[in-house]
């Protein structure tokens, strides 16, 4: 094979071929072997929903992800990166539905559940590939093998295993409770899938009737609501205990308006600020959660006004005034309130109307404001137990919610950066019951049915018959697949799919033709009872199987995907090493996933949880379709390649704050992009171009071992014993950056040593050296070259594989390379600051020669004179010593003839720089006039700066209250002005 680069870096040239390499090689899939636990490394991806395509926002993810699963292979260690994609319940429906309706103006009703379904799982199929493919194009490193779907069987049956368990503890019930509804899609949403929008509104103050006035009563109370149409399922109106208005009137009653209900008049402290408004508030149970919190202390009816739909239902109509008044079938939030209004006026029952900004809250996937709906839900119970609850591995726990808390606050699970544990415990304390069901038709539906009988007939002994039946040779169900439990309700649990399909079989004919005449003779109870099954229509809350995602990937509840040795992966990869995710889902998602690690197998489900920063664009606003600043990361990787992509991302991942990328419209394909991503494709070309350099000039020189390496040491140069401690240290921070979640500085270092150090500097100097074919710096460079690619793997894959496979006498592909080690001979703190200081001459001499605009080619005279000649550098080498160790670097890179001088006058023309204890003079650049005037000003403005900070050190309550930093800081500043004042004191100035 050749060991020429190509001219110029084309990742289109490179990607694909490189990725089709390390799939036929299997380089990502992981199989449990010998190693021990500290050199095992796994990591579950978050799973995609199959709502769509991926976003810059995966993107950042899968970057974060593919460089800590790259590192740790190169590592040594036997790593997982287990891909998936979530089936995203109320998402995926919700959007194929509208696809669905904007293409054929078709409901779900108009397609049966059947129709519908078989059309999300086409969507799923193609987006599902569209997710894959695009986390491929962005060098995901996934064990592809193992790839998993949230309701593929796999997973499924860790679902119904997971609920069998909770049900079988008394985790799970089902009650009736005030939920957030959907009246679009008709299913209840959690807390967190809710947003809020500011909306125009009106304030209206109604009138309510005091039933049998006395002497002093009022005739009215006036309430004020946002929602005069929920007016209808009041059940009480509330003061405060202590308000001398209305203290006389708590235990009586007012009447309802258009209802003519009468409603009693109710103390509570809790929900009433005398305060505020009238001082009393309207209570309706099952519209409001602050108004249900208030009936369950007072024990209020609950009048639900709603259909699934939105509408007023039979509950919204009465008689007031001798007049019926009916709003059944009614649009809840909009005609009726329209028409409550309306006839409220007309009874001159509203006392002041006034426009009115409130937050609404909106259902996040329909878009639609949310209603609260008294409904009857199944439910986890996250508070604690009495008796505590009894975790996988044999400890006790108060309850669901107290586990997960106390992972946390014990260090079992850390999260990084340590500020979002504070929001994920507070969530957790709060021990709100979490609503599972979800009234859709996508999902995994609950697995519970439903057992009745005739009137009269005893539902013991049918269950009794239908657990022979199931188990007969008519389904031969075996018994661990399916429980009946007698109490509450009567369910019947189907653990395996054989056992819900016989289930359904049943329940179809114990309702037309009926119970088999066979099956009647041999289970005559069956008969006799009249026995009827129903399934629960529901689905499960997405996030009840994605909590289960760490178990159920790794084949939980057994302890593999399969029976081979090579898919035993719970006992082996789990708990997992890391999770890396976004911040809105911390409690949605990771607290249950710890949850339920805990609760179905002992154990936490990782290790640490690093959360990333949020991309924003310019302006800090989310990125939208709606608001037409999204950024396609396939886009970014189509025009800049996906290299670029990464390494432009991971710069800007810090743990402070979020992403802010400006966004702009390509003027050639007219897609968005941003200038941003010019800084990691610039970087790419430079290493490419620099790798051509060193390989172009290395030709037949093998890459020196690390040992080989360290014999050199001793008598190289000290530019090579430089980059060599510069590679080192890199080593170093590369390490702790990755280790640390440190992405910037990550990007950064490796930024640092490959542009600024190995190109902009050690390579020129290298130059003349590498023309002579000095074997010295050819296996310096070979060596550096071959440790740099393996820094850049773990963030810049494709092109450090691509370099790689140039390298002469390569074993195998970087992707599996051993990663660097820091080397302590290599350390040398000496070449280090010695370099360092050589390199602010050099700069001071360029800055000197651009302000002077002399020509390039111009060798220039420079003298170079320590301000002191006792003067010794950090490891004691006399001032003389340094200067002219490091005498033919400054020389060559920045054009100049040196001469070294302890006492040197300066040159009448010569300009004047000083770095550290060195004074500069570049003789023969300056108009000795303009200069005079030039220092005369830099004169003033020196010694007025060192008469402000004097006086500022010279204050003794500045030096005791200012930061020792910003102390030290600003003598160091005054002793460097001070130098310069000398200098051109010294030198002749004015």
């Known amino acids: 094979m050749t060991t020429e680069l190509a001219p110029q870096y084309d990742p289109k040239a490179v990607e694909s071929r490189i990725y089709a390499q390390w799939l036929e090689a299997r380089a990502f899939h992981g199989v449990p072997d010998n190693r021990p636990p500290e050199r095992r490394f796994s990591i579950v991806i978050p799973p995609p929903n199959v709502t769509g395509a991926l976003h810059l926002g995966h993107a950042i993810n899968g970057t974060i992800q593919d460089v800590l699963i790259r590192y740790h292979r190169m590592k040594g260690d036997n790593t997982l990166w287990m891909p998936g994609t979530d089936h995203a319940g109320i998402a995926t429906q919700a959007v194929v539905e509208k696809r669905i309706f904007e293409e054929e103006k078709k409901s779900r009703h108009d397609l049966g559940k059947e129709g519908l379904v078989q059309r999300i799982w086409q969507w799923k199929d193609e987006y599902q590939t ?85 002497d002093g009563d009022p005739e009215f109370l006036i309430v004020a609501t946002t929602r005069p149409e929920t007016m209808l399922g009041d059940t009480a109106v509330a003061v405060h205990p202590d308000d001398p208005r209305y203290k006389h009137l708590i235990g009586r009653k007012v009447i309802l308006p258009l209802v003519g209900r009468e409603i009693p008049i109710i103390a509570d402290g809790l929900l009433v600020d005398p305060k505020f408004g009238t001082g009393v508030v309207k209570v309706t149970p099952a519209h409001d959660p602050n108004d249900y919190a208030t009936g369950q202390r007072h024990q209020l009816p ?30 809840f939030a909009t005609v009726a309130r329209q028409k409550v209004l309306e006839d409220l006026e007309s009874l ?70 340590e500020r979002y544990a504070k929001g994920y415990i507070d969530w957790l304390s709060q021990k709100r019951d979490w609503c599972i069901s979800r009234q859709l038709w996508w999902g995994h539906q609950i697995p519970v049915w439903r057992v009745r009988v005739n009137s009269g007939g005893d539902i013991q002994r049918a269950a009794a018959a239908l657990d022979k039946l199931l188990q007969s040779q008519y389904f031969g169900v075996r018994p661990q697949g399916f429980q009946i439990f007698d109490s509450p309700s009567n369910y019947v649990l189907g653990l395996d799919p054989e056992a819900n399909i016989a289930l359904g079989t049943i329940a179809q004919m114990s309702r037309a033709p009926g119970i088999p005449t066979e099956w009647a003779m041999e289970f005559p109870d069956l008969a006799v009872m009249g026995l009827r099954l129903d399934r629960d229509p529901d689905v499960l809350d997405t996030w009840f199987s994605s909590a289960l995602w760490p178990l159920s990937t790794m084949g939980w509840p057994a302890k593999g995907t399969s029976d081979q040795a090579q898919d035993q992966l719970l006992p082996y990869f789990y708990p997992t090493s890391v999770l890396s995710t976004a911040r809105e889902i911390l409690s949605l998602w990771v607290a249950r996933m710890v949850m339920f690690g805990l609760y179905l197998h002992g154990e936490v489900p990782f290790k640490q949880v690093y959360i990333h920063a949020v991309i924003q664009d310019g302006q800090g606003r989310p990125m939208k379709k709606s608001l037409g600043n999204g950024v396609d990361p396939v886009d970014i990787v189509d025009s800049h390649g996906a290299d670029a992509l990464r390494y432009t991302l991971a710069s800007m991942i810090t743990d402070t704050q979020d992403i802010r990328l400006p966004v702009v419209k390509d003027k050639t394909t007219g897609r968005n992009t941003s200038p941003r991503f010019d800084v990691g494709r610039n970087f790419a070309n430079k290493i490419w171009n620099a790798s051509r350099f060193i390989l172009s000039h290395t030709v037949d020189v093998a890459v020196p071992t690390t040992e080989e390496i360290i014999s050199l040491i001793q008598n190289v140069d000290i530019a090579d014993r430089w980059i060599l401690a510069r590679l080192n240290y890199t080593v170093g921070l590369v390490d702790e950056s990755i280790n640390h979640f440190r992405f910037a500085p990550l990007a950064a270092a490796l930024y640092e040593f490959l542009w600024n150090d190995l190109c902009d500097w050690y390579l020129e100097i290298a130059k003349n050296r590498l023309r002579q074919k000095d074997r010295t710096v050819q296996s310096i460079l070979l060596y550096c070259l071959d440790k740099s690619l393996r820094l850049l793997h773990p963030l810049m894959p494709f092109i450090s594989e691509a370099i790689w496979e140039k390298l002469p006498q390569r074993t195998g592909p970087v992707i599996t390379a051993p990663f660097p080690q820091v080397i302590p001979q290599l350390a040398s703190p000496q070449a280090e600051w010695k370099i360092a200081l050589a390199q602010e001459i050099t700069r001071k001499i360029r800055d000197i020669r651009n302000q002077y605009n002399v020509d390039s080619k111009k060798i220039l005279d420079v003298t170079l004179q320590p301000e002191d000649a006792g003067w010794v550098g950090a490891d004691s080498t006399p001032a003389q010593a340094v200067l002219a160790e490091c ?34 003079f570049v003789a023969g650049v300056i108009d000795r006039e303009v200069e005079m005037q030039r220092l005369a000003k830099r004169r003033a403005e020196l010694e007025r700066f060192i008469v402000g900070n004097r006086a500022k050190l010279a204050n003794e309550a500045f030096v005791s209250k200012a930061p020792a930093k910003v102390v030290e800081g600003l003598k160091a500043q005054l002793a460097q002005q001070e130098s310069e004042l000398a200098a051109i004191a010294g030198g002749g100035g004015p």
């Open 348 to 417: 001159d029952l509203i006392a002041e109307k006034k426009p009115h900004e409130h937050e609404v809250g909106h259902s996040d996937r329909s878009k639609t404001p949310i209603e609260p709906y008294l409904s009857e839900q199944w439910f986890v119970k996250m508070g604690d137990v009495e008796g505590g609850i009894t975790l996988a591995d044999g400890s006790k726990a108060s309850g669901l919610a107290q586990a997960a808390i106390d992972a946390v606050k014990d260090g079992r699970v850390k999260i990084a950066p």
């Open 130 to 214: 569209r997710i894959i493919s695009q986390l491929k194009l962005i060098g995901s490193s996934c064990d592809w093998d193992r790839t998993r779907f949230t309701l593929d069987d796999q997973c499924a049956k860790a679902v119904r295993e997971a609920f069998f368990k909770l049900f079988k503890d008394g985790l799970i019930f089902r009650g009736l409770r005030l939920v957030n509804w959907d009246t679009q899609l008709q299913t209840a949403v959690a807390d967190d899938e809710i947003y809020y929008e500011t909306v125009q509104g009106q304030l209206t103050s109604i009138r309510y009737p005091v039933v049998d006035r006395r």
């Open 302 to 331: 609950q009048i639900n006004l709603l259909t699934a739909d939105g509408k007023v239902n039979g509950n919204g109509k009465g008689t007031f005034g001798g007049k019926e008044y009916d709003y059944t079938g009614l649009k």
């Open 887 to 920: 005498q033919g670097i400054i020389g060559s890179l920045s054009g100049s003839v040196l001469t070294i001088a302890v006492a040197a006058p300066k040159p009448a023309d010569a300009a004047v720089a000083i770095v550290s204890n060195v004074q500069i």
